[in-house]
């Protein structure tokens, strides 16, 4: 089973300025299985970024992923007043076969 | 594009079964693979279940043996049955999926969420 820890837990932080979230595997996984969700509060999770560091279509450019082996990270490059969620960190091909990160959320400051 | 709406009873007496549908529209069924996640309230999202798009299923070893999906091709219909629910079960229930074609295993897609309550 593969563990997946992110961190901070929670960040306060202001419009305009840089966010690095942390998503942390115990084991090195194949980054092509790795992805990551935004969710606001009564909404449902909205794909981020895919194979660590692919956005879908429509997902602005402030947004990137990076990592590898153990270690990944999302980063907003400038927050703005709609970027205040939850993320998660997902991961496929582990038991169980889909996991998620606990979360951190990234609230105004 | 696909369009998910989950549907259920909303209460669900202890040790009874729970049954969620997840209609799908704008797409065929069948070319996606599909998934069930809840989010119990205040805390984070949970993997119940997985219909792969060859058609074979995977369940959470959490959930020891109390979970079954499947697909109604004729009715563009997925479903989700848990046994044996206790309060441990109450959360959000959302479907989710991806295109059977998409690069990466991650679910673009996810309907609304219905949530339900575990109460006698």
């Known amino acids: 089973e593969v563990v997946l820890t992110q961190s901070p837990g929670s960040l306060s932080l202001s419009p305009g300025v840089r966010a690095t979230l942390s998503c942390r595997t115990s084991?090195?996984?194949?980054?092509?299985?790795l992805g990551w969700y935004q969710q606001k509060p009564g909404q449902a999770p909205r794909l981020l970024i895919y194979?660590?560091?692919h956005r879908p279509p429509g997902i602005p450019d402030r947004f990137s992923g990076s990592g590898s082996g153990t270690d990944f990270s999302l980063t907003i490059s400038s927050l703005e007043p709609e970027d205040f969620a939850v993320y998660y960190c997902q991961l496929f091909g582990s038991s169980p076969l889909f996991s998620f990160g606990p979360g951190t959320k990234v609230d105004f400051k | 594009h696909v369009q998910l709406q989950e549907s259920g009873p909303a209460l669900v007496k202890p040790s009874e079964t729970l049954s969620l549908t997840c209609s799908v529209s704008?797409?065929?069924?069948?070319?996606?693979?599909w998934s069930w996640v809840r989010q119990p309230p205040g805390k984070g999202l949970e993997w119940i279940g997985h219909?792969?798009?060859?058609?074979?299923?995977d369940y959470n070893p959490s959930l020891k043996g109390r979970v079954t999906v499947s697909i109604d091709t004729s009715k563009n219909l997925f479903s989700l049955r848990l046994s044996s629910v206790t309060a441990a079960d109450t959360a959000m229930y959302y479907c989710?999926?991806?295109?059977?074609?998409?690069?990466?295993?991650?679910?673009?897609?996810w309907g609304q969420g219905t949530p339900v309550t575990v109460t006698s």
């Open positions: 084991q090195t996984i194949n980054s092509d299985h």
């Open positions: 989710a999926s991806y295109n059977i074609g998409a690069a990466g295993t991650v679910f673009d897609y």
């Open positions: 194979m660590t560091s």
């Open positions: 704008g797409d065929s069924i069948s070319s996606y693979c």
């Open positions: 219909r792969h798009c060859n058609g074979r299923n």
